[in-house]
Nanobody, 111 residues
Framework: QVQLVESGGGLVQPGGSLRLSCAAS????????MSWVRQAPGKGLEWVSA???????HYADSVKGRFTISRDNAKRTLYLQMDNLKPEDTAIYYC?????WGQGTQVTVSS
């Protein structure tokens, strides 16, 4: 059974950093294309970043150069390192694999 559990969100000041984690179970993370998707208050879902099974990374223009996606195969965990955070990064961040979603973790960037 596939399960995704996000953690690591919180309140941070502009310019700060957070690292999100997505603990996966029921499948081998290294074999699959996995993504981070976010939803800002009152807005729709926005794709943020993806990591392919082969290790290629992809980023939305809005986060390129500030966010880094990675995974630890042994820990079955996907990460999103977020640096130089901006208020517009405020959102619920979800981990995604095909039709499977985590519960999300709230990130708030505010002074």
């Amino acid at each position: 059974q596939v399960q995704l559990v996000e953690s690591g969100g919180g309140l941070v000041q502009p310019g700060g950093s957070l690292r999100l984690s997505c603990a996966a179970s029921g499948f081998t993370v290294s074999n699959y294309y996995m993504s981070w998707v976010r939803q800002a208050p009152g807005k729709g879902l926005e794709w943020v970043s993806a990591l392919t099974g082969g290790g290629a990374t992809h980023y939305a223009d809005s986060v390129k150069g500030r966010f880094t996606i990675s995974r630890d195969n042994a820990k079955r965990t996907l990460y999103l390192q977020m640096d130089n955070l901006k208020p517009e990064d405020t959102a619920i961040y979800y981990c995604n694999l095909d039709q499977f979603w985590g519960q999300g973790t709230q990130v708030t960037v505010s002074s």
